[in-house]
């Protein structure tokens, strides 16, 4: 069975975006790029909620494709294009988008179904309202957060609506990045 992982950028407080879904706290350089891009390339799926999924559509399909295109932009856009996209939206119910698929309902046996199908890990990028909806039945594998050496005090926080305690178990040592931040792989027991 294929497992979800939730890729993340967390504080040190657990929030995952400020009050206002500001996202300007999260360090990112090319030293994370280049441990992201390996990783991330061992995967064939993403999963989005919908408005990260439109920040994303908004961005990688061309990010590339410019001269002054980083090395990250060229990867990345390179590796959406292939990736297979899977999106958790009410709003775009009935649409038909190319290399995508949209579930609308029956989450639980739409994720179920997907994660019988042939391919690598699912990666579950950002989406905070995705992950609290995945969280809450007990659909997320693991977990591969990026703390951010920041104290928000306020905003989205990452776990929210769980209702048992959840173990978890590391899979790989911290990594510790010049920039401050710190990378954790967790699986759920």
């Given at each position: ?48 909620g ?12 061309t ?37 995508t ?47 951010n ?41």
């Amino acid at each position: 069975m294929r497992k979800i992982i939730s890729f993340m950028h967390v504080s040190l407080d657990g929030f995952v975006a400020g009050p206002n879904g500001e996202m300007n706290w999260i360090k990112v350089d090319e030293e994370i790029f280049d441990y992201v891009g390996k990783r991330i390339g061992e995967s064939d799926t993403a999963l989005y909620g919908r408005v990260t999924y439109d920040m994303m559509e908004g961005y990688w399909p061309t990010a590339g494709d410019g001269p002054d295109a980083s090395k990250h932009d060229i990867e990345h856009s390179a590796w959406y294009k292939k990736a297979h996209k899977v999106v958790l939206s009410k709003t775009l119910k009935g649409q038909s988008l190319p290399n995508t698929t949209i579930i609308s309902d029956d989450l639980v046996d739409s994720i179920n179904k997907l994660r019988q199908q042939q391919g690598s890990e699912i990666l579950l990028f950002g989406s905070p309202t995705a992950t609290h909806a995945l969280i809450q039945q007990n659909l997320i594998d693991g977990y591969w957060l990026f703390v951010n050496p920041v104290i928000l005090g306020q905003g989205i926080p990452l776990f929210t609506g769980i209702k048992d305690k959840v173990k978890l178990q590391p899979v790989i040592a911290p990594k510790q990045f010049s920039c401050g931040v710190t990378a954790l792989s967790y699986v759920v027991e």
